[in-house]
């Protein structure tokens, strides 16, 4: 008699906290991956919870509901950032695995309560740093690794948006509170984050200036940051709540004495993008084709990522500590910020 091959098991996901990023990002992605079931949505707007595409899974509108529900294996947590620490420990002692959107949590401190919570507890941690999982930026990391840049002197990413004060109704992400800071926490953890995974190297210092320069709220809407890795490299953050998103806004580029790479328009939620090589010598520029196989959904490959660890039994690429570190460094900048007041 023929056995048919069992299915491979997918893990459960729950979604908590259903703002834009987990609507037309995180969603899609565990709905496409191909070890993912999306069962459950969490939010405290019931309305809105109804309006997200998901006939399938049950919504709740609280976290409770959600830790009770068994088909629930894993959560990825999107709600402001002030609430992630406390969140994270209670998906923990529910024997819930833990993806949390950056930054993990507002202090270093929150962030070794959200990793002790998840080691005693026995669950997988890991932040949602998208921008890693893009392909143009993993080949980056590989052409890196292989020495096809040289020696790397400087990294520089350029990565910003135009945020005014209305852009939504509960517009948390410029509400110190909430957010714990503006346009610095927000967008530079990605930078930081991916600088360190594509050169293979670790910040040893980091410094900032911060401006409320434009839009008249309470947080900072721009921000530089530079800082030097262990190897010595230099490296430089520009973010900004505070860029029109007409102009050129997102670029990443790494010098090197063999070649300079430039990646264009590939940091942000979506796949494309492009990548090029400059030869140091010739000045020749080569582009880097992508192929569409491998240029997917920065998130779908990061939730099929984090649900083969889960699954095989195997640790996270990267341990949560080190995103303790992160926030630590951010924290340590951040106090050695100068803010100058708005300009009008």
């Known amino acids: 008699m023929f056995d048919a091959k069992p299915k491979a098991r997918r893990l459960g996901w729950a979604v908590v906290g259903c703002g834009w990023v987990a609507r037309d990002y995180v969603i899609p992605a565990l709905q496409g991956a191909r070890n993912t079931r999306l069962v459950a949505l969490c939010d405290s707007d019931a309305e809105a919870l109804m309006r997200l ?24 947590i999107a709600t402001p950032n002030h609430l992630h620490a406390a969140m994270t420990e ?68 350029h990565y910003a948006c135009w945020l005014p004060a209305d852009w939504t109704p509960d517009n948390w992400r410029i509400d110190p509170e909430q957010a714990g800071g503006g346009a610095m926490i927000d967008l530079a953890p990605h930078g930081l984050d991916l600088l360190e995974v594509v050169l293979g190297d670790e910040w040893r210092s980091l410094t900032a200036m911060v401006q409320r320069r434009v839009h008249d709220y309470a947080v900072d809407d721009g921000a530089v940051l530079i800082g030097q890795f262990k190897s010595g490299a230099l490296g430089l953050l520009q973010v900004a709540y505070n860029c029109p998103d007409a102009y050129p806004r997102r670029t990443l580029e790494l010098i090197g004495t063999k070649a300079r790479a430039l990646a264009t328009k590939t940091m942000g939620q979506t796949p494309g993008g492009s990548l090029s090589l400059t030869d140091a010598k010739t000045g020749e520029e080569t582009w880097i084709h992508l192929s569409p196989a491998e240029d997917r959904s920065p998130f779908l490959h990061q939730v099929e990522s984090f649900s083969a660890c889960v699954l095989e039994d195997r640790p996270q690429p990267f341990p949560p500590e080190r995103d303790v570190r992160l926030v630590g460094l951010l924290t340590q900048a951040t106090q050695s910020g100068k803010a100058f007041p708005p300009c009008h």
């Open 90 to 157: 209670a998906c923990a002692a529910a024997g819930k695995h833990v993806l949390c959107e950056k930054p993990m949590a507002v202090t270093p401190q929150d962030g070794l309560r959200m990793v002790a919570a998840c080691q005693r507890a026995g669950v997988h941690y890991a932040t949602a740093f998208d921008q890693r999982h893009h392909a143009a930026h993993r080949k980056l990391r590989t052409l890196v690794k292989e020495g096809v840049l040289g020696t790397i002197t400087q990294a520089r990413i």
């Open 53 to 76: 595409q998901a006939d399938d899974a049950a919504r709740y509108t609280q976290l409770s509901s959600v830790l009770e529900d068994k088909e629930v294996d894993a959560v990825y």
